[in-house]
């Protein structure tokens, strides 16, 4: 176990030993560095992930829990959990490709103190393309993507917990527009190149599909009725809802129009929880917020 580790690799896995075991080989030479901890939660899987882990990665801290407990409340977890003060928050089928990441997370941090959170450069695809150069420069913008980021920890422990009911869409969003009503900058830091080995165009074909894009809708008007401040309200979620219907029927998505529409009733249920909090952002820092440009989710090689 490292003792005074400076980086702590952070992963939560269920049932997926084939894609984290690629991960772990990738990372390797990290896991093996003296100022690094990799802890992992295995939630639940029934394909003897931990047996795999242990026998294995040995120096992997592993977390196990006989029951799942949901992808939010591991990441949670594992950011309260771990000791240094850079938290690098991975999915188990997403690894670095640049060389020397942990230096270029250091030098940033180093160089900005208030930037809480660097997004990372993702790469979104089961291939690499042929170049991975790209022009773009680091700069402070709004936003990050669960699968390739770095945490400042006290930038972590300055705002809320991801809320747990989320499940797995807007928690994101939630922690970005909390750092900055906390008054931390996030930073794309295009040096830092992950690869995440996922096709998103097949989701559409899941099963869980709807489901996905009605939490998704529901997520981000919580969001905004738990951060925008009051003078902004109406029209945004006038404009979100009115959009969302439009861009489904002119693409014609019926399974996630209807899944929009339900979502509806279920943003209405929640509305008196949802304007007493104490999170809202002052007309200042919305203004500053909506200036920002938004950090690239994903990334694509120029043609």
């Not at 795999?52 to 309260?80: A, C, D, S, W």
């Not at 097949?202 to 951060?227: C, E, H, L, S, W």
Request: charged share 20%; net charge positive; proline share 7%.
């Amino acid at each position: 176990m490292v003792t005074n580790p400076v980086f702590s690799l952070l992963i939560s896995t269920r049932n997926r030993w084939s894609d984290l075991q690629f991960t772990l080989q990738q990372l390797l030479p990290l896991l093996q560095r003296s100022d690094v901890e990799c802890l992992i939660v295995d939630d639940g899987s029934t394909d003897s992930t931990s047996a795999f882990v242990k026998e294995q990665f040995p120096q992997v801290q592993l977390f196990t829990n006989p029951k799942p407990k949901g992808y939010i409340y591991n990441r949670n977890f594992l950011l309260h959990t771990a000791k240094a003060p850079y938290l690098i928050s991975l999915d188990d089928d997403a690894h670095f490709v640049s060389p020397q990441p942990l230096e270029f997370i250091q030098q940033h941090m180093e160089k900005h103190p208030r930037c809480g959170l660097i997004a990372c450069r993702v790469f979104w695809g089961k291939t690499l393309p042929a170049s991975l150069q790209t022009d773009a420069l680091p700069h402070n913008g709004f936003g990050f993507v669960g699968c390739g980021h770095v945490w400042r920890k006290s930038a972590w422990e300055a705002i809320p917990n991801y809320p747990e009911h989320y499940g797995f869409y807007g928690e994101e969003e939630f922690a970005a527009m909390a750092l900055l009503q906390k008054r931390w900058e996030m930073y794309y830091v295009p040096d830092i190149l992950v690869h995440h080995r996922v096709e998103v165009r097949q989701r559409k074909f899941d099963p869980d599909y709807a489901y996905r894009q009605r939490k998704a809708f529901v997520n981000g008007i919580r969001n905004y009725m738990t951060f925008y401040p009051y003078f902004r309200l109406p029209y945004t979620l006038a404009y979100c809802t009115v959009l969302q219907f439009y861009n489904k029927l002119k693409a014609r998505d019926y399974v996630a129009f209807w899944a929009t529409f339900r979502a509806i009733f279920s943003i209405l249920g929640a509305l008196g929880d949802l304007f007493q909090n104490r999170y809202r952002l002052t007309k200042m820092q919305y203004i500053r917020m909506k200036k920002l440009p938004l950090n690239p989710i994903f990334w694509k090689p120029n043609p």
